[in-house]
């Protein structure tokens, strides 16, 4: 791998204005993905305040457009619905949910993954082949369908839901920290822990789980951003959360049904999912272009 | 000889990771529930008729029994019956199964054409605003749930333009908007990949080397970047079809694709457990039969790998 940073005669001499021209659009992707996660999770948090009462019926208004076509309803600028519920109150009483699950999955996941991934690396032997061979066996695994035969046998739910999720998120995590702990056990600093008879655990929780952190944060944006579009598509096909709570997908797929008259219903949800997902997915690749200078853009 | 033994390994890995699978879904789907409560629903049926039907389907038995039964069975090529059909469940599988290849190959292809060009382009000219665009639009592309995008092409495509059908297969005109759903999200994550691997190869001696002989760009790009950056393009295709199959499968029902996922879809919501059960191991066969066929493919391109 060229370092051009390092090396004195870099292999291809990009002009440094562009170079200068891709970090700023990196910081760039921080800063904007970063905005987008913190209005989201401002929406999150205030939507009790934002729309209070999101499942207010109004039947003299029912699918009125949104605010920039005639015939739009007062009060309601994205629209209403068949039962005339406002869209927009529906699209933030949605939000919470949506941010739970993907935080709550993720970090499950990812400490479930970094644990197994440390045990593994670390310990290698028979506890290494076993960690393996269910990743493979995860890898292996058409995910989806699995998921939606334990949702439809057991009825939708929120905790089936984030329990799915873990189970399927965790292997990103152990590879990545399997690799990186096979890495770091044969440094010198660890080597010298060990010569001084530091406790396994000792060596796991202060050498080692210290420097494969940044690798688990690096990847936890953009597995947010996967959870939410996974739990959003069961919920879309039924199998996820309880469609009696509000939530994108389930907005989504009562929508679909109206798509021929009233295409705002299904269109706004699925953008609310779209940014949501894309500011985490920014964030998370313009951090790991700044704190993983291996992966070099 | 290596590879003949190399094969031989990744078959047995494969059909280890088969027999886990397949423990793993028989035991989900008895753990979740009575199929014959769920088949006989709102039918009110006498427990007679409960025990009479759960004996004629052999449900009766210790589930060890009843596992070691189908698994017999599967291993000679028969997945049982489906209760919802009457038909065997293999007829069903073959039946279904070109239609959900057709897409997935389209999506692939459809994703490649994307891809390839445009994320070689912005790897050539990394930094400029074409880069730029380029990595923007593999982000959104990512960031598209597939169910939503479906929607938005049938709202403009179908519903507005008129230009493409909605739903079903009836020809290639059909297979458009299923396929580009698939293959524009599966572009956006290639495009990034192809990006990658080709910054990766350009700064090689080789290339320069190609380029001060003399070598016409066009050549150099050909057969020297693209040649070598291949080898990541194709693992990770490969690895794509995991996620791509269960693309398929919400696709497949947004736009009544008469394919594989379809007919899981809805074997889930009749609880037809034998054909649950042979869609997902299908599933499951055909991704170690890529994963294998991916790293087989590393041979062709790279003459260099040699299998341990």
């Given at each position: 791998m060229a370092q051009p940073a390092v090396?004195?005669?870099?292999?291809?001499?990009?002009a440094p204005n562009r170079t200068h021209r891709l970090r700023r659009w990196l910081s760039a992707s921080v800063l904007i993905g970063g905005v987008v996660v913190a209005v989201v999770v401002v929406i999150a948090a205030l939507s009790g305040l934002l729309a209070p009462n999101p499942n207010a019926l109004s039947l003299g208004a029912t699918l009125a457009p949104p605010f920039f076509q005639a015939g739009a309803a007062a009060g309601a600028p994205l629209g209403t619905d068949y039962l005339g519920r406002n869209v927009l109150s529906l699209i933030i009483a949605g939000t919470p949910i949506s941010l739970e699950i993907g935080l709550l999955a993720t970090t499950c996941a990812a400490t479930l993954g970094t644990a197994l991934g440390l045990l593994s690396g670390y310990a290698g032997g028979w506890v290494d082949d076993v960690v393996m061979r269910l990743v493979d066996v995860q890898l292996a695994f058409p995910f989806i369908l699995m998921a939606l035969t334990f949702m439809a046998v057991s009825g939708p739910g929120l905790a089936k839901l984030i329990v799915i999720l873990i189970l399927s998120g965790w292997v990103t995590y152990a590879r990545v920290v399997r690799g990186e702990t096979l890495r770091l056990r044969e440094l010198l600093f660890v080597e010298s822990a060990r010569a001084v008879g530091a406790p396994r655990r000792r060596i796991l929780a202060r050498h080692i789980l210290p420097n494969v952190l940044p690798s688990v944060l690096v990847l936890a944006p953009i597995d947010v951003a996967n959870n939410i579009l996974l739990s959003a598509a069961l919920t879309f096909i039924g199998l996820g959360i309880d469609p009696s709570i509000p939530s994108w997908g389930g907005l989504l797929a009562n929508g679909r049904i109206y798509l021929?008259?009233?295409?705002w219903i299904a269109t706004f949800p699925g953008l609310a999912i779209m940014v949501t997902v894309f500011g985490f997915n920014l964030l998370g690749d313009g951090l790991r272009d700044a704190l993983d200078p291996r992966s070099r853009t | 000889m290596r590879i003949v033994a190399y094969v031989v390994r990744r078959i047995l890995q494969g059909a280890l990771v088969m027999l886990v699978l397949s423990i793993v879904v028989f035991v989900t789907i008895r753990l979740t529930g009575n199929p014959v409560a769920g088949l006989l629903q709102g039918l009110s049926p006498t427990k007679q008729a409960i025990a009479h039907l759960e004996h004629a389907l052999g449900l009766d038995r210790p589930l060890y029994v009843q596992y070691a039964a189908y698994m017999w069975q599967a291993v000679r090529g028969n997945l049982g019956q489906s209760y919802s059909m009457q038909v065997p469940v293999t007829t069903l599988i073959w039946s279904r199964f070109p239609a959900t290849l057709e897409l997935a190959l389209a999506a692939i292809v459809e994703s490649i054409l994307i891809a390839v060009p445009l994320g070689t382009y912005a790897a050539l000219h990394r930094g400029s605003t074409g880069d730029l665009a380029v990595r923007g639009a593999s982000l959104i592309g990512i960031s598209f749930p597939n169910f939503w995008l479906g929607i938005m092409l049938v709202l403009v495509f179908?519903?507005?333009?008129?230009?493409?059908?909605?739903?079903?297969?009836?020809?290639?005109l059909s297979l458009v908007l299923p396929a580009t759903t698939l293959g524009l999200i599966l572009a956006g994550v290639e495009m990034r990949l192809v990006r990658a691997s080709v910054l990766e190869v350009v700064p090689q001696d080789y290339v320069r080397t190609a380029r001060a002989k003399g070598s016409p760009p066009a050549r150099v790009l050909t057969t020297h970047i693209l040649r070598n950056a291949l080898l990541s393009i194709v693992t990770f295709t490969g690895l794509q079809f995991a996620g791509l199959l269960g693309g398929v499968v919400i696709i497949e029902d947004i736009f009544a694709w008469p394919g594989l996922g379809q007919i899981g879809l809805t074997a889930v919501e009749q609880r037809d457990y034998p054909l649950v059960q042979g869609i997902v191991l299908f599933f499951a066969a055909l991704l170690v039969l890529v994963n294998l066929l991916t790293d087989l493919s590393y041979l062709l391109i790279d003459p260099r790998i040699r299998f341990e």
């Open positions: 090396s004195p005669a870099p292999a291809a001499p990009a021929n008259t009233s295409w | 179908s519903v507005t333009w008129r230009i493409f059908p909605a739903s079903g297969d009836a020809g290639l």
